[in-house]
C-alpha cells in the first residue's frame, strides 16, 4: 500500500492550494484519512480528519479556511486551503487507517511542501 501525497507549492499569503493523497495498492478499504503538518522547527500537528462517512474535524488554526474531503471510490483525500496565511508554511502529510485482510494498519504518504510567500 503506498499513499501518494501531491499539490504543494509555493503561493501568495490570502492565495489557495489543493492537496491531494492517493492511496494504491491491495486492501479492503479505508476508514480514517488524515492531513497532518510539521513547520520548521516545530512538531507535527494533525490539521484535519475525515472518516469514511464523511464526518470531519479540524485544528483551530485552520478552521473556516481548509476543507477536508475525500473521493471513496478513487482512495483519495483531498485538502482544499484557502486563505492561506505564511504560519501555513509547512511540509503536508496524509495518513490513512487501512483495512487489510488480517487487520488495520496505518500508513503514511511522503510529504508535500507548501510555502505561503509574498
Known amino acids: 500500500v503506498q499513499l501518494q501525497a501531491s499539490g504543494g507549492g509555493l503561493v501568495q499569503p490570502g492565495g489557495s492550494l489543493r492537496l491531494s493523497c492517493a492511496a494504491s495498492g491491495r486492501f479492503f478499504s479505508i476508514s480514517n484519512m488524515r492531513w497532518y503538518r510539521q513547520a520548521p522547527g516545530k512538531q507535527r500537528e494533525l490539521v484535519a480528519s475525515i472518516t469514511r462517512g464523511g464526518s470531519t474535524n479540524y485544528a483551530d488554526s485552520v478552521k473556516g479556511r481548509f476543507t477536508i474531503s475525500r473521493d471513496n471510490a478513487k482512495n483519495t483525500v483531498f485538502l482544499q486551503m484557502t486563505g492561506l496565511k505564511p504560519e501555513d508554511t509547512a511540509v503536508y502529510s496524509c495518513?490513512?487507517?487501512?483495512?487489510?485482510?488480517?487487520?488495520?494498519?496505518?500508513?503514511w504518504g511522503q510529504g508535500t511542501l507548501v510555502t505561503v510567500s509574498s
Open positions: 495518513n490513512a487507517d487501512v483495512q487489510m485482510s488480517w487487520g488495520t494498519r496505518l500508513y
